[in-house]
């Protein structure tokens, strides 16, 4: 073999990158930074992983008994959802009308209320449960609003992208007829977006089901106090119980709001 | 003058169609009347407007004492915490991650019930609650920022491993049959053509989950697993508006930064 065979057999050589290098050092850097700050140890988690599994395996003997205890609680969970997501939803539907850039025209009015929601959608659902509770008191109601509140900050920023990229023709259309801002929202915004609309909808009901499963846990109602009454007491049968119904229901309205969800965009 | 003019035809009617919307409709309205019942509303606190009034004048007079003092126990170094945690949460469960990424892509080569069951144990994971998690993992190695690492690294799998499978069922298969005709390995044709082509999706989606990560780090305190949920917890508890607002402009001002980066490096990814 000639020594330019030997050459086109080696593979190219890759042009050296200082960016990547950077990233890489402030990755590895990042991670010795952060093992240190949170104390994280792996081998702490081996030499207790028995504890670890020990918790497991209860969990994994579920008390079936504890089942008729848990579905009126799984049903108000349910009922929180919904509430929470109409409420929320009825709510960012107004407000991203509002906010949409082709439909009011002031910058102004639009980058104040932009900057409200983004506010709003940076808070966590579960702090909003905790801040709720802090103000409406113990119970659903608390966990309904913080849940309204974060279908809101969820859906209005997809409801506001959905109503700018409509095609202007119709508003356009209606405009030179003299129609008023009601008529246009009711005839030209509305029908194109309707299916985008309730189709969102259903992907906050999604997050929501599976938010409030855990609100109750800071006393925000829901099959979360029964979770944290449970471990409280170290009862990890039916905690089992409790996570199991708790998947079940989950991937079952995850499973139909999707297929819902596809067969409204066909 | 001709009044027909003024009349719009009517609309064509389909009538499957109309009775399947009317359903919805019903069922709709019936659940959510259903979800009203039972609900007392009137349970709210006589106190409420007091206290988010309360809460609303802390955020605007927040106690700026709080912000950095130098014990460890300020707003700074908690919120510095909570980042850490999302930061190694997150690589942890990039790493794991991966294989269950391949396992549940759904490629040409491979039989359905492979990427099926990998899909369902994802959703499993997806859907365990990550509170119980931190509780579990508080139980073997004890309170603090190491379980709420852990319970982070663990749950983002579910969601992480889905994105990371969704890129790799988006792959061409080009690049890799390029890479076998001439002569490449099998080891070859993951360096050369998989992993070139997925690398901008899989950090472009790492970054994504260390936004929601930092989220839910921020919540993790409130079980006692280290970060800014647990002096938050504390000060609603006994009643520190002024503590609370500044805990809450804390975090709100961490997302809405971190947000920013994340954003910028994948704009620049892309």
Known sequence: MSKNDQDLMNLPKKKFNIMNLIWLVIIVAGLFISVNVTNTHISVLFANFSQFSDIFVQMSHPDWSYLGAVIPLLLETIKMAILGTVIGSVVAFIYSLLIARNIIKNKVVTGILRFIMNIIRTIPDLLLGAVFVAIVGIGPVAGIFALAVFTFGVVVKLFYEAIETIDPGPIEALTAVGANKLQIIWFAVLPQIMTYFISYVLYAFEINVRASTVLGYIGAGGIGLYLQQTLQVFDYAKTGTIIIVIIVVVVLIDYVSSKSREALMK | ?270
């Open chain 2, 1 to 270: 003058m001709d009044t027909t003019y003024k009349k719009l035809p009517s609309k064509p009617v389909d009538v499957k169609k109309r009775i399947t919307h009317w359903l919805i409709a019903i069922v709709s309205i019936v659940l959510i009347v259903w979800s009203c019942t039972g609900t007392d509303f009137g349970g709210i606190k006589a106190s409420a407007a007091q206290i988010a009034g309360a809460i609303f004048s802390g955020i605007f007079h927040p106690d700026w004492s709080y912000v950095y003092n130098g014990t460890g126990e300020d707003l700074i170094s908690q919120l510095w915490q909570t980042i850490c945690i999302a930061f190694l949460g997150t690589f942890i469960s990039a790493i794991i991650s991966l294989p269950f990424a391949f396992w549940a892509a759904n490629t040409r080569h491979k039989k359905w019930y492979a990427s099926r069951s990998g899909k369902i144990v994802l959703a499993i994971i997806r859907s365990f609650p990550e509170i119980v998690l931190a509780l579990m993992f508080i139980k073997a190695v004890g309170p603090g920022s190491a379980a709420g690492v852990l319970a982070l690294g663990f749950h983002s799998v579910g969601m992480l491993a889905k994105l990371f499978s969704e890129a790799i069922e988006n792959l061409e298969d080009g690049p890799n049959e390029a890479v076998t005709s001439v002569g490449g390995s099998k080891f070859n044709i993951i360096m050369f053509s998989t992993m070139p082509n997925l690398m901008p999706a899989l950090i472009s989606n790492t970054l994504y989950r260390f936004d929601v990560s930092i989220r839910s780090a921020s919540i993790l305190g409130l079980v006692g697993a280290g970060g800014i949920g647990y002096p938050l917890i504390i000060a609603l508890q006994y009643r520190q508006w002024n503590r609370v607002g500044i805990i809450l402009l804390g975090i709100i001002v961490m997302v809405v930064v971190i947000d920013w980066i994340s954003g910028w490096i994948r704009k620049k990814l892309v």
